[in-house]
Structures are given as C-alpha cells and as structure tokens.
C-alpha cells in the first residue's frame, strides 16, 4: 500500500459549539477524564497501592498513566485548534500509552524481564511513526503507515497473547475491558456526525474520549485489584 496521508476531513467534527468562550467545547473539556485517570495511577504506584503490579514493569505501568494523564492535555490542546500540527501533541502521547500497554500485556504474560526489555524500543519506535508522519506531512506527502502499524498491530497481538498465555496476575479479564472500551472508541468516532444527530447534544467524538478513558480506567482497575498468581 502507498502512503497515506492525513485526510483534512479529518480535523472536522460534528460538535463545534463553543462552551464559556472555549472553541469546541464538548471535544476539549471530555479529555478531562483522561488526566484525572493518569494522575490515578501515578498517584496510586508513588503511594504503594497497586498490588497488581509486577516490580519489573513498575516504569511501564509508570509511562502507561503518564501517557494516559498527557493524552488528556495533548487532546485538548489539539481540539481547541484542529489541525495537522496540534495533532502531532494528540498522538505522542497516545503513542507512549499504547507502547506501554503493550508491554505490559507482554510482561505479564510472556515473562516479566521480556516485557521489561521491549519498554524502550517500543517507545522509541511510537515516538518515531508520529515524528516522520509530521515531517512527512510537512514534505507535502504524508504518510501514516507507520502510526497505523504502531497503534493497531499491538492491539491486535494483544487478545491472541490474552487468550494463549496465563497471567502471572489474576484476572485478565481487566484487559478485555480495556479492549472492548478501545473498540466502542473507534466506533464512536467513526460515527462521530450520525451520533451527533441523532442526539442532539453529544457527538460521537466526545463520546469515544469518555469510552477511552474507561478503557485506561481498567487498566486502573487492574493495578489496584489483582494479586500475584501463587
């Protein structure tokens, strides 16, 4: 497949409607849970209070929340002024939840030490997919291939390594929440101006922020429910 550019279409959505002077009201102001669930979680592992956490993955699950708090500010930036080059402070972040996510998945399941490892070059490569798509766009050809590779490949590595390797944690069904929470996001925003509509108050964008942050919400869940498997 060729590159992929980001389409301009893109940064229009249903609700536009500002609230207290704020442009786009609705799609700023529901990032809000986005941050307060980071700060969650940091707060949660600086304090001792995630049992369900694995020792060797401490930074992981530590980049996972602060990816999920920045998301929350990187967001809103983004949806006050709509366009290419705010977005680029949208999908940083996003990078660095979803690398960190993945490696816990792996951590937790394939061995600690494994998930550990793939930390920083997951990073990295996240960081990366979103750094050439804005140079690429800035060169007049953009290209989101790698940032598609980037998001949705691990996604969908993720319920096969779920449903073939054990937990050294219980209850993995925190993460199957985290997905079906993903998924429903994706089908909010694609249906982001029909939703609008046919309720006549909240869009469909707004709607996937609020799906999303209970997708990282779980994750919350997870770290501060679970017990080591004996």
């Not at 080059?85 to 949208?90: A, C, G, N, R, S």
């Not at 929440?177 to 694609?190: C, D, P, S, T």
Request: proline fraction near 7%; charged fraction near 10%; charge should be positive.
């Amino acid at each position: 497949m060729g590159p992929i550019a980001q389409s301009v279409a893109y940064h229009h959505f249903a609700d536009r409607r500002p609230f207290l002077g704020m442009p786009n009201g609705w799609d700023v102001l529901s990032n809000l849970p986005f941050l307060l669930v980071g700060l969650l979680g940091l707060f949660s592992l600086c304090r001792g209070r995630a049992p369900g956490c694995l020792s060797a993955l401490r930074p992981a699950y530590i980049c996972f929340f602060a990816g999920t708090a920045l998301v929350g500010l990187g967001s809103a930036y983004y949806h006050l002024a709509p366009t290419n080059e705010t977005l680029v402070w949208d999908r940083l972040p996003m990078t660095v939840a979803f690398m960190a996510f993945f490696s816990i998945v792996v951590g937790e399941h394939l061995g600690a030490n494994k998930g550990a490892r793939l930390l920083v070059p997951l990073l990295i490569v996240g960081g990366l997919s979103v750094v050439y798509w804005a140079l690429t766009e800035r060169a007049g050809h953009g290209d989101l291939r790698p940032y598609i590779f980037v998001q949705f490949v691990p996604l969908l590595l993720v319920p096969v390594i779920l449903l073939l390797f054990p937990s050294a944690l219980s209850g993995s069904g925190y993460f199957w929440g985290v997905l079906a929470a993903y998924g429903v996001a994706k089908a909010l925003e694609h249906w982001d101006v029909p939703i609008f509509h046919a309720l006549g108050g909240l869009s469909g964008h707004t709607l996937k922020h609020l799906a999303a942050a209970l997708g990282t919400f779980f994750v919350w869940l997870a770290v501060t429910r679970r017990r080591p498997v004996a």
